[in-house]
């Protein structure tokens, strides 16, 4: 073999792009009828892929605001009998961080079935250098109504996004949800996905498939620092099943977060007096095998939201509980990071299904 004849050998064709011919699709925005999309509480309001509200009755940082426009959690739900499947997209950018593959960054995923059968289908392909694509994630299968559920990029925005299916194929709403309750998480980048493979292996993600109401993910990568802000915005939204709040990774210190949490809760009680709220302690770092001060520093904090927590049910909040974090990685927990701080897939496998019984508990699934 030639010096450079390596470089003229095929790729292997499952890792190509597939691309689909548009005389071959009836292309749908989402954003219509019947197609659902959850995770977006501002989206009838503003129209955008965006977490937050576009003009927000409280400041917030630069950063967070930045953040608020990558969908993380975000899913679009409908029904069909089409044999195959594609998404068109437009992003705010390429995938750019060095630490988690562009098919979370950037990609969509795709589940199949119902609510607490969701089977995994598959991930967007594409070219890195891309901000827009167009990607085939299913094809040549039976013609049969299925209940799709599209998992929307963790870490870069969304301008626009199309459905392709066959033309001849009829699509209708999902099923629906058990109510309107919605399951809301605000915290951290392991909150936000990082380091998940691609979407659908986020903690919130995984969560989801396991509970007939809408879950709405509001991780803010290393920006959850619980200002009162978040709290006022967070409490506008409608329905609340149940607070999750994990921001513990992101408070600037032990001191800062001994202040905000109280406060985070008692504005959101002022709204919502008796929605439970799960305050959750961080995960354990894989290098506090080695680094005493760090795991002390984290067993300090933990035991100040412990008490936290306590101390606020012992004045009568009975719907406020608390989860040691430590607990949610398991006994293996120094395998289960990309980087020895942002879990992987096996890492967020651990937390969703430890978290789950305690979800079942406090919403009574």
């Not at 003009?55 to 990558?70: K, Q, Y």
């Not at 959690?73 to 068109?88: E, W, Y």
């Not at 100040?304 to 009975?318: K, M, N, P, S, W």
């Amino acid at each position: 073999m030639e010096k450079n004849d390596k470089a003229t050998l095929p790729i292997d064709k499952n890792l190509q792009p597939e691309v689909p011919r548009y005389d071959q699709w009836e292309w749908y925005s989402p954003l219509t009828s019947p197609f659902l999309i959850t995770g977006l509480p501002w989206l009838a309001q503003d129209g955008l892929y965006r977490r937050l509200p576009l003009r927000p009755s409280h400041p917030i940082r630069s950063e967070v605001d930045r953040l608020a426009n990558f969908p993380t959690g975000v899913q679009v739900r409908f029904k069909t009998d089409s044999t195959k499947l594609a998404v068109r997209i437009i992003l705010a950018d390429k995938a750019t961080m060095y630490q988690m593959p562009a098919t979370v960054q950037c990609g969509v995923d795709c589940y199949i079935g119902p609510m607490g059968k969701q089977k995994y289908v598959n991930t967007t392909r594409f070219e890195l250098t891309q901000t827009e694509y167009e990607s085939v994630l299913f094809e040549a299968f039976s013609q049969e109504m299925r209940e799709v559920t599209l998992n929307l990029p963790l870490y870069q925005g969304v301008k626009e996004l199309w459905i392709g299916i066959a033309p001849e194929a009829a699509v209708t709403a999902f099923d629906g949800f058990a109510s309107n309750k919605k399951v809301l998480l605000y915290g951290t980048s392991i909150t936000h996905g990082a380091c998940a493979s691609r979407p659908g292996m986020a903690y919130p993600n995984q969560l989801s498939r396991a509970f007939p109401l809408e879950f709405v993910s509001l991780g803010f990568s290393g920006n959850a620092q619980g200002e009162p802000e978040l709290a006022h915005l967070i409490s506008q939204i409608s329905d609340p099943a149940l607070l999750v709040l994990d921001y513990e990774g992101n408070t600037p210190s032990t001191e800062h977060l001994a202040e905000s949490l109280p406060t985070f809760i008692r504005i959101y009680r002022n709204v919502h007096p008796q929605v439970p709220i799960l305050v959750i302690s961080q995960i354990r770092f894989a290098r506090e095998a080695f680094d005493e001060e760090l795991r002390l520093r984290r067993e300090a904090r933990k035991e100040l939201q412990r008490g936290i927590v306590e101390c606020l049910r012992q004045e009568g909040d009975a719907h406020l509980h608390f989860c040691d974090g430590a607990e949610l990685l398991g006994e293996d927990y120094q395998e289960c990071t990309a980087d020895g701080i942002h879990p992987s897939d096996l890492g967020y496998k651990h937390m969703a299904d430890r978290l789950r019984p305690v979800l079942a508990k406090l919403l009574q699934y």
